[in-house]
């Protein structure tokens, strides 16, 4: 309890990290993370609002307590903003406070970085609910099919903030799933392997991969919804020969994934509350782990089950429903495995676990109407009714909602030193979860009767009044469920029990720090040799690795970093078991450019919301604040632990040790360049869909593309990425002027590419307008050509880079980042060259 | 004695259940699919019964395990958790169990999946999406009839869907699962009625403002009532002699009526708005979802804009005295 006074002591002590500017400029993980779940939960408020006047709508028939117009902007919100404004970014909230904590870490990665996703996901929430005052908010539902959502059906903005809103919080999405994941290779506590780590934080290395290829999908997605309603593009346009399936397409290969990317982290919450209060380890822990991996991955191949009724091939939705309840088994393996770690146990049934049982109980039932959706006829029967609204809200409150509260009662003394009310709690519990089976269970029925989804009335007479009735009052219950959560919250913050740094007397390395942790979270650390780092500590004769679960040896990883310091990790452990780690720094680290970046990104978006003018003078902000981030002085952390097999293949290659910061920037490159690879791959799949469709190519009365400029370019494209390569190797050899000689001519063959490129436009004789062709050939070699200037723009940077006096190795990683981006850039163009002008 | 909430709280999702499987079957005016009238949809049935009797004794098996875990290790001392981490035969055993079901599951619906093939003599019915109704045509006898169906029974029917603007879908719960209708693309449903009587159908894909209010009606009648039905429908409209219903003719000509709908032996030959040649002989109006009498005849012309707000068909400024007659000549299109 001392320590907790102490820490909450010198948390305040730091004039620059008081106040609002202290908010504002913080890159903290922990404050990070509660301003997403602080945001996220005001947000499901809202979300919430809207649910209770659809549901109060719904209780009768033909009600008129809204007009058609307002309840179809009301349910496209309450879906938008449940998936976008609160399940990612809660979960994104948790993962941020806690990721560091579970693996020992001292922060994220890329602390910065960290705090720019937050603010592109708020500033995209603020947009998106700005169009209620410009003309109405999207009305089209969360997955604004087209045509419904082009220009001539839906006149007004609402699809185009919607559109913004969209890209804005993928990028917050794609940079935090980045960092999750260089944190979670490269930060991991002395000992830890992955396998070791904690289930959430698996699951959320597991499910930012998930975030990295499903994203890019629905971007360009959005991306040609914009030129068809914006700049007269053909893509969904029917009569110039564009196809509406294609947009469900892409949008369902980022919107079957998506459901797992909401659901996934609650499955890692589950596998921390149930244990520990079941006091003892998870059941067929390594299942589990390979379980989620394979959800995650099942994920990807199973999007049309979205699209039985639109008519495709009949082998085509034989294998999405074969691989759809493939998925019902490690589903089930992950039930049971909780069921039998609860089994013998010795329970402490408190609200988190009751709130975890409630998931066991509830999920099941989300989980076997899944596999009954994917059984084609029947889907063909309940798709687009009732049955499925009542599904996926299983899945969704049964499973994401349940797991978050659960973690919520879990983690609130460590991030707050308060436990929050247990009698509340118990309040809050039972209305969930008889609200929970009040509002969905009959809606199931309702399904099955008939009644149809996203309609704002009904008719009398079908036999569905006692149905909407009783699920309306269901809904009230959740809704007053939800103000008795936020009720004990604002309590328990104010005059809630003291928990101390270990209230639940818990087994991972969260709880061997203070609560609230200090800023820089961890004096010392455990050694950690398997997944219950404490639980070995408090236990040391009864160690899960003396039982064969955890490594009895020093991991190789140890040995290595031993060799640096002349001691082995278990020497510095010391009879306490604890490791001391170097002393941190006295003051968290702030900074404002992320916030800076932020707004340039909000401008950018506004300007393509109004002019273009106001697009480029938004552009030039962004990137005087990119510059002024890339030169501030980062504080050089003091390194603790890293991995070492990266240590040791690094220093046998310079000579010379390289910090792990340096290490993230290829990784977390090439990540990027992953998640780019789908973009790519998402927009050439889109051109050969059309093409294929379309009865002759190119397109009769247009011109075939001469194949001179871009061939040249192409020669041109390839000879920059050796250059590029050949002073890369004399970077990493230290010679720094052969450096520049490679990456100066790189950026001059570059800068001649994009010169071609806009010649060709010139030349080509057509324009983006004009039909299939025009929007496909320019979207593509566009989209590749702001690559080739962004890649451009981080040579040019590193080029005057190379002259400031702080050069030197620590710069081989962002050197190295570059070169591959500019490898995958030429790679790309290699497709492009091929699949536009050749065949 | 607090535990026992627990068990209530399962208790409550067994009767929740057991209230679905027993409340399933509705009134026996809903559109369900558990009261199906056609081979295909009877099939369909079948099936979700196999899936609700897997998926309940899936469920019983997992809510048990869980009360049963609470009631049985709740509160127990520290000392009593033993240390398990796993066992490998039971984790075999429970991912061998689900996926020998997920394998039965999986052979039924292919089994299921395939459409029988159509007989030669299949009736040949062709729907056009609109927003917000259904523009049907019987191309084999050259007639539109508007969110209104008739088909023999016992007569295989051929469906080709398609759509004019957004996407909607093709869908009568009794009869069959949904097809959706997509501009651009043909798609097609084939079905055979084998009871007479009315049945809904309804727009399965949202489609904009109005899709609450996108329904049509199938009749299906002996094949000598549907024999009759088509040779009324495949005659132009008769033309009133005299009095107010001619007055409504009139006035339905002259107004803006006749730019959007067309009325077979007169100059009216609009295409915006349903065909109206026989509205006087069906049974909705304001595409299924409004009977057809009278008063909301007259609702509709004076106001419909407030019956189905959002639609297309604008307010017109009618005087009661046109309404009236607007009323008689609608009613007079038999």
């Known amino acids: ?839 | 004695v607090r535990r026992d909430w627990a068990a209530a709280a399962s208790l409550c999702l067994v009767a929740v259940a057991a209230a679905m499987v027993l409340g399933g079957c509705g009134t026996p005016d809903s559109p369900s699919i558990l009261r199906p009238e056609s081979p295909g949809a009877q099939q369909v049935r079948n099936v979700t019964y196999v899936l609700l009797a897997i998926s309940i004794v899936i469920f019983l098996v997992v809510e048990t395990l869980l009360v049963l875990a609470i009631v049985r290790f709740r509160g127990r001392r520290e000392e009593e958790a033993v240390q398990t981490y796993g066992s490998r035969k039971i984790e075999i055993l429970w991912t061998a169990i689900p996926v020998v079901i997920v394998i039965v599951i999986f052979a039924i619906t292919v089994a299921t999946m395939r459409t029988p093939q159509l007989p030669g003599d299949a009736l040949l019915l062709r729907a056009d999406g609109r927003a917000w109704w259904w523009d049907f045509s019987y191309p084999q006898a050259d007639f539109a009839s508007p969110n209104e169906i008739h088909v023999p029974v016992d007569r295989p029917v051929d469906v080709e869907l398609t759509s004019s603007d957004v996407i909607h879908s093709f869908w009568m719960p009794q009869i069959g699962g949904k097809t959706d209708m997509v501009p651009g693309k043909l798609n097609r449903q084939s079905f055979t009625v084998i009871t007479p009587g009315q049945y809904l159908g309804i727009c399965g894909e949202y489609c904009g403002v109005q899709h609450a209010h996108m329904q049509f009606v199938m009749v299906a009648e002996s094949p000598e009532e549907f024999s009759a039905w088509v040779a009324r429908q495949q005659q132009p409209a008769e033309e009133p002699e005299d009095g107010p219903a001619r007055q409504g003719m009139e006035a339905f000509l002259a107004l803006p009526c006749a730019g959007c709908h067309s009325i077979r032996g007169t100059d009216a030959v609009g295409r915006a708005g349903p065909d109206l040649t026989h509205v006087g002989s069906r049974l909705y109006l304001a595409a299924g979802t409004l009977e057809n009498d009278d008063e909301n005849m007259a609702r509709w012309l004076r106001d419909p804009q407030g019956v189905k707000p959002g639609n297309l068909m604008p307010n017109s400024p009618l005087s009661e005295e046109q309404v009236q007659q607007l009323v008689e000549y609608m009613k007079g299109l038999q």
């Open chain 1, 1 to 839: 309890m001392n320590s907790t006074a102490d820490s909450r002591a010198h948390a305040l002590a730091s004039p620059a990290t008081s106040g609002l500017r202290g908010w504002l400029t913080t890159t903290d993980h922990k404050r990070i993370g509660l301003l997403y779940i602080a945001t996220s939960l005001l947000f499901f408020a809202v979300a919430i609002g809207f649910a209770m006047v659809m549901r109060t709508q719904l209780a009768t028939p033909r009600a008129g307590l809204v007009s058609p117009e307002t309840y179809n902007q009301v349910f496209t919100m309450h879906g938008t903003t449940m998936v976008f404004l609160f399940g990612m970014p809660i979960l994104a909230g948790f993962g941020n406070y806690m990721l560091p904590l579970l693996i020992g870490a001292r922060d994220m990665a890329f602390p910065r970085m960290n705090a720019l996703s937050y603010w592109a996901y708020l500033f995209g929430g603020l947009l998106l609910y700005s169009s209620f005052a410009f003309g109405g908010a999207i009305d089209t539902g969360w997955f604004s099919y087209t045509p419904l959502s082009n220009r001539s059906f839906s006149g007004h903005d609402g699809v185009d903030f919607w559109v913004l809103f969209i890209i804005l919080t993928g990028i917050s999405s794609l940079l935090g799933a980045v960092n999750f994941v260089v944190t979670t290779v490269k930060m991991r506590a002395p000992g830890m392997r992955l396998q070791d780590i904690p289930v959430f934080a698996f699951a959320t290395f597991v499910n930012s991969f998930l975030i990295l290829f499903a994203i890019p999908s629905l971007t360009v997605g959005v991306v040609m919804l914009y030129l068809d309603r914006n700049y007269g593009t053909a893509f969904f346009d029917v009569p110039r020969g564009g196809d509406p399936l294609l947009w469900q397409h892409l949008f369902w290969f980022f919107g079957h994934p998506e459901v797992y990317i909401l659901v996934l982290p609650a499955f890692g919450m589950l596998s921390e509350v149930v244990p520990v209060f079941s006091r003892k380890p998870l059941f067929g822990r390594g299942a589990m782990l390979i379980a989620i991996g394979l959800i995650g991955f099942y994920g990807f191949l199973v999007w049309a089950h979205h699209m039985f009724a639109v008519g495709l091939p009949f082998w085509f939705n034989v294998f999405m429903a074969g691989a759809s309840f493939l998925i019902a088994v490690p589903t089930g393996i992950k039930l049971f495995n909780w069921l039998a770690t609860m089994w013998g146990g010795a329970l402490r049934f408190n609200t988190s676990l009751k709130f975890a049982a409630g998931m066991i109980g509830v999920f099941t039932v989300g989980g076997l109407t899944g596999v009954s959706l994917a059984v084609v006829p029947f889907n063909w029967q309940v798709t687009d009714t009732y049955y499925v609204v009542a599904h996926f809200h299983n899945t969704l409150i049964g499973g994401t909602v349940f797991g978050v509260m659960a973690a919520l009662y879990y983690w609130f003394p460590k991030a707050t030193g308060r436990l929050l009310g247990e009698r509340l709690g118990l309040a809050h519990f039972l209305l969930y979860l008889f609200g929970f089976l009040l509002t969905f269970m009959p809606l199931h029925v309702v399904g099955l009767l008939g009644m149809p989804r996203r309609v704002y009335t009904w008719q009398e007479g079908m036999g569905w009044e006692p149905y909407n009735l009783v699920s309306t009052m269901g809904g009230y219950m959740l809704a007053l469920g939800t103000l008795v959560l936020l009720w004990n919250i604002g309590r328990s913050l104010i005059s809630g029990k003291v928990a101390g740094d270990d209230p639940w007397d818990a087994w991972t390395l969260e709880w061997a720090t203070t609560s609230p942790p200090p800023h820089y979270n961890f004096a010392t650390l455990p050694l950690v040799r398997g997944p219950r780092p404490l639980w070995d500590l408090k236990k040391p004769d009864r160690a899960d690795w003396r039982r064969g679960h955890g490594h009895a040896e020093e991991p190789a990883a140890q040995r290595v970093r031993a060799a640096s310091v002349g001691k082995t990790a278990a020497d510095l452990a010391g009879p306490s078991g604890m490791v001391a780690l170097p002393p941190p720094h006295e003051h968290p680290y702030q900074s404002a450019a992320p916030i800076t970046l932020a707004v340039g990104l909000l401008a950018i978006a506004a300007g393509f919301l109004s002019s273009l003018i106001v697009v480029a003078l938004a552009a030039v902000f962004v990137l005087g604040a990119l510059i002024a981030w890339l030169w501030e002085p980062a504080p050089e952390e003091p390194e603790p632990f890293p991995p070492a097999r990266y240590a040791r293949r690094r220093v046998g290659k310079i000579g010379q040790a390289i910090t792990y910061r340096t290490e993230s920037a290829p990784l977390a490159t090439l990540l990027f360049i992953g998640s780019e690879a789908v973009f790519f791959a998402a927009l050439i799949y889109s051109y050969f869909h059309l093409r294929y469709m379309a009865m002759e190519w190119p397109p009769a009365g247009m011109p075939d593309l001469p194949v001179g400029i871009p061939a040249f370019n192409t020669f041109i494209l390839v000879t920059s990425g050796v250059l590029a390569h050949w002073g890369m190797a004399a970077f990493r050899r230290g010679d720094t002027g052969r450096f520049r000689w490679g990456v100066g001519l790189a950026v001059v063959l570059g800068s001649l590419f994009l010169a071609g490129q806009i010649y060709e436009y010139g030349h080509v004789g057509f324009g983006l307008s004009d039909g299939l062709l025009g929007s496909t050939f320019f979207t593509l070699t566009g989209f590749h050509g702001a690559h080739v200037a962004a890649g451009l723009i981080a040579f040019i940077f590193l080029l005057l880079r190379s002259f400031s006096r702080d050069w030197g190795p620590r710069w081989i990683g962002a050197a190295e980042a570059t070169t591959y981006y500019w490898h995958f850039v030429d790679v790309v163009w290699l497709i492009l060259f091929t699949a536009v002008y050749l065949i």
